[in-house]
């Protein structure tokens, strides 16, 4: 074992001991100590150590691995790191340093022993490889040929001073060969990969760049590392002798032959830049379209289409260019302004020594002229077979009537009385059959079922009749029971389904039993029957919801009134809280569930239909957060969604509910479209000025300024032709199962409720897009809080919510009365009516309601304010209380802020 001179940096001066004594040991030279990195850097530069052992934490500003940074930068002596931890931060940063190694303390001396070992035999191996590197990379530089090697995946992992000289960008490394080399055949033009050459066989190439191009010899050859499971190869880029040159001449003889066979063929030729920009075209160009060279050249391909086929032009452009397609048939417009139909080829190829794309267009007049021709050949053709048809088919009836006529003559008595049965029933259809099979027919029943004469006979009338699944009955009633009428639904000979009724009788004639049997239409009759049996189902069902309402109201009236409590006392209890009291937050839990409980007797007074329009000032971008937040848990996660929601909007009076529900079925309906395939639903808020020119979607709003919210999708889109229907009620697009129409039908009446409007914009294929419009508000309409210390009348017959509601009003600064008998709250009115700024009195109190109650406080003062609360809707409206001349009315449960609204409504109006 070589003795070793190895530096100790540690600043606890028990663990340099014990590590100098096991280095002693194994037979090495401890030095130092050093106890902090500046020690450190002045004994590795003055000592020249052979190794050193490193502490991570060191005293001082700086740390083992900033000192180890420092040394590495002027010496090259490997380094050992010591550690109480592995942190992986840690272990991340002292791997910059490059060190031989980690030792976590406490180790014991076999880890250190392996452990200098391993650094003192690695390092001037490692020392030795970069000598030799650098002298391989000198030698590459100097043999005057560009060389590369390339993994399997044909990047460039190295490239010499040379291959960098030839390359397109300042660092070739870690860039695909051929964006940075592209490299075509000599001889043929085509591109080549380096990775398809043979090995060890020069190969001459055609290197393109910007100065121009350069004739190369390239070789490939395998590296020695690589294998069958990851190959890499060598590339030698050298400049071709003399002798490739005069080659290359010979070339530009055969590009010569070329353009003599290029301006000879009779098809229309364009040589166009990979920028899509016309460079050259053959004289049969001119000769088609009218245009001479210099009128196109330096222009776009687009010059020689029609204006309306540009876009669609460019399009099959970049997707022939890509190998998407290889022909497209779109018109060309000749210079004096004439369409000509052609079919159009692209292939890419090498022009006066740049890529180019050669595109060939054939004029198909003459061929679309013989189409036209064969079409009408095979139309005239067909006329005239269907006329020799009908021939044929009158002259076989013909016969038939003829047979018919000598058979009535051998049975004068069976004709008589068959023919008589069929006069007698002529106003409907008359079938005469024997046990099922027809006889005859009048011509009412082949009108009936859309026959040709002769058509019926020898068929089985069931069979021929009746729609398959009740063929099986029908038969058996008109074999069994033929007296008795049968109703069945039947089809006509083009498919048509109807409700037809059968009536027959039988009777005997020489021994063989016959029947005759009227056949009428019945489908009107039938469908009044169904109408009035939809419509007694609609009022048992309004019956039905009828009382589910009258129940539903009278358990949302004592519900109301225990979640006024609840809310009331929750929001009074969470003031006398901290902000930061964990019982502030059980509190904003409890408010957030009355709210819900709330939102459902909502509900359930929506399906009574006793609710009512609570419009109230709100702001468009609210109402998008919270949808938005109810789609981000619902939606799945193929819909990405996008919200670009202003802040500074003006306010709409609108219903927030009514509003929100507008916005989830314009989302809903978003969702379906994206639903199988997924995509980007969007919602953004803005501002818009309609004018008084507006028509269309918009024709029916008033002038003015509007909030908007849009709700846009990345769906397949709208039909142009079903724009029109999207707001038809019942009228929907979406498969079985999947809605009933109603959806849009409903948002844009509510849209039209509140003044507003719903524009729908679709692109097929891109998407649709649907803006709610709502006029706003305007800031001038928000009302002023009205100052001063008010003294309020408060009248309700329960006392909880007399003490509650007392106590909410306190806290806004008022004084308040509260009263349990409307006569003592009157009585007291009555006596000093000027000292009440506003009443707040319930709806619903026994002996004296809230109308009658403020009937006489009016009497007494015709100017106080009055606001209404109510259980429920469809006790008072809002008409009704403003006729009274009530101010405001407001609906139990009601928070804090919200009757301070409903005060301040009533004092500003």
């Known amino acids: 074992m070589t003795r070793a001179r190895i530096l100790v940096v540690e600043d606890e001066v028990l663990v340099s001991m014990d590590i100098a004594a096991c280095l002693g040991a194994l037979g090495h030279q401890a030095l130092g100590p050093a106890r902090t990195a500046a020690e450190a850097a002045i004994l590795a530069e003055n000592l020249a150590p052979d190794l050193i052992l490193m502490d991570v934490a060191l005293k001082g500003n700086r740390d083992g691995i900033a000192a180890a940074l420092a040394i590495r930068e002027n010496l090259d002596t490997p380094v050992i790191f010591l550690t109480s931890h592995g942190q992986p931060e840690t272990v991340g940063r002292a791997r910059s340093a490059r060190p031989y190694g980690f030792l976590l303390k406490p180790f014991e001396p076999a880890e250190l022993a392996a452990a200098v070992e391993t650094a003192l035999s690695l390092h001037p191996r490692e020392r030795l490889l970069r000598e030799r590197a650098a002298r391989l990379e000198t030698l590459l530089d100097s043999t005057g040929a560009g060389a590369l090697c390339l993994n399997k995946e044909s990047i460039i992992t190295y490239a010499n001073a040379q291959a960098r000289s030839f390359a397109q960008v300042q660092d070739p490394v870690g860039r695909p060969v051929q964006d940075v080399f592209p490299l075509l055949d000599l001889h043929t033009g085509h591109p080549v990969h380096p990775l398809t050459l043979p090995s060890n066989a020069p190969v001459p190439v055609t290197l393109f760049r910007e100065s121009g191009e350069t004739l190369l010899e390239c070789v490939r050859a395998p590296l020695p590392e690589s294998s069958r499971d990851n190959p ?503 498969p079985p199962n999947k809605g009933a129409g109603l959806g849009l039908a409903v948002a844009r009446g509510i849209a039209r409720k509140h003044q507003g409007e719903i524009r729908c914009e679709s692109i097929p294929g891109k998407g649709a897009r649907f803006t709610l419009y709502l006029p706003e508000a305007g800031r001038e309409s928000r009302q002023n809080t009205r100052r001063g210390r008010l003294t309020v009348l408060l009248v309700d017959d329960e006392a909880r919510i007399v003490s509650m509601t007392r106590q909410l009003l306190a806290l806004n600064g008022a004084t308040v009365h509260g009263f349990e008998n409307p006569g003592g709250a009157l009585e007291m009115f009555r006596t000093c009516p000027e000292m009440f700024d506003v009443v707040v009195t319930d709806m619903g109190m026994p002996g004296m309601d809230g109308l009658a109650l403020a009937k006489k406080l009016l009497e007494t003062r015709p100017d106080i304010p009055i606001v209404m609360c109510a259980e429920y809707q469809d006790l008072v409206s809002r008409q009704t209380v403003r006729r009274a001349g009530i101010r405001c009315l407001v609906f139990k449960p009601v928070t804090r802020d919200g009757l301070a609204r409903a005060i301040q409504e009533a004092l500003s109006t």
């Open 232 to 734: 890499s190869s060598a590339l030698t880029l050298r400049p071709v002798p003399l002798s490739l040159k005069e080659e290359a001449r010979v070339r530009s003889l055969e590009t010569a032959g070329f353009e003599a066979l290029f301006n000879w063929v009779d098809d229309l030729l364009f040589v166009v830049s990979r920028e899509g920009v016309l460079i050259h075209m053959n004289p049969a160009v001119e000769a088609s379209l009218g245009f001479s060279l210099s009128e196109l050249e330096g222009k776009s391909f687009l010059e020689v289409h029609p204006p309306e086929v540009r876009e669609e032009a460019k399009d099959v452009w970049e997707r022939m260019a890509a190998g998407a397609m290889r022909e497209c048939h779109l018109p060309l417009r000749a210079r004096d302004g004439r369409r000509i139909p052609a079919e159009t080829r692209i292939t890419r190829g090498l022009w006066r020594g740049g890529e180019v794309f050669f595109g060939i267009c054939r004029d198909m007049t003459l061929r679309d002229n013989r189409e036209r021709l064969e079409k009408l050949v095979r139309a005239r053709t067909a006329e005239l077979e269907a006329a020799n048809a009908r021939l044929s088919l009158e002259n076989q009836e013909r016969l038939r009537t003829e047979e018919r006529l000598r058979k009535a003559l051998s049975e004068k008595e069976a004709g008589e009385e068959r023919y008589r049965r069929l006069a007698e029933a002529a106003d409907a259809g008359v079938v005469f059959h024997e046990n099922g099979r027809v006889l005859d027919v009048n011509s009412r029943f082949l009108d009936i079922f859309g026959l040709s004469p002769g058509e019926a006979e020898g068929q089985d009338l069931a069979d021929l009749m009746a729609m398959p699944e009740e063929r099986g009955r029908l038969r058996e009633r008109i074999l069994e029971n033929p007296g008795e009428p049968v109703g069945a639904l039947m089809a006509r000979k083009d498919g048509t389904v109807f409700y037809g009724e059968y009536r027959g009788s039988v009777f005997d004639t020489g021994g063989r039993r016959m029947s005759v049997a009227t056949l009428r239409d019945k489908t009107g009759e039938r469908a009044e029957e169904i109408r009035r049996q939809a419509l007694e189902r609609r009022i048992r069902d309004a019956q039905k919801m009828e009382a589910i309402g009258t129940l539903a109201s009278g358990i949302a009236h004592d519900f109301n009134n225990i979640l006024y409590l609840i809310l009331g006392y929750a929001e009074m209890a969470m003031m006398d809280l901290a902000e930061d009291s964990p019982r502030r937050q059980n509190l904003s839990h409890v408010l957030a569930a009355t709210q819900r409980a709330q939102e459902l007797v909502g509900r359930i007074l929506a399906i009574s239909q006793k609710s009512e329009d609570r419009p109230r000032p709100m702001l468009l971008q609210t109402a998008a957060q919270e949808t938005v937040a109810i789609l981000r848990s619902s939606l799945p996660a193929t819909i990405e969604i996008r919200a670009a929601l202003e802040e500074d909007l003006e306010p709409v009076n609108a219903d927030p509910g009514q509003i929100k529900q507008v916005l989830v079925n314009l989302c809903a309906n978003a969702f379906h479209a994206m639903e199988e395939k997924g995509g980007v639903l969007s919602l953004k808020t803005g501002r818009e000025h309609v004018a008084e020119s507006e028509d269309g979607q918009l024709s029916g709003l008033a002038p003015g300024a509007y909030a908007t919210l849009t709700v846009s999708d990345t769906g397949p889109g709208i039909r142009p032709g079903l724009l029109e229907r999207i707001f038809d009620p019942y009228f929907t697009t979406k």
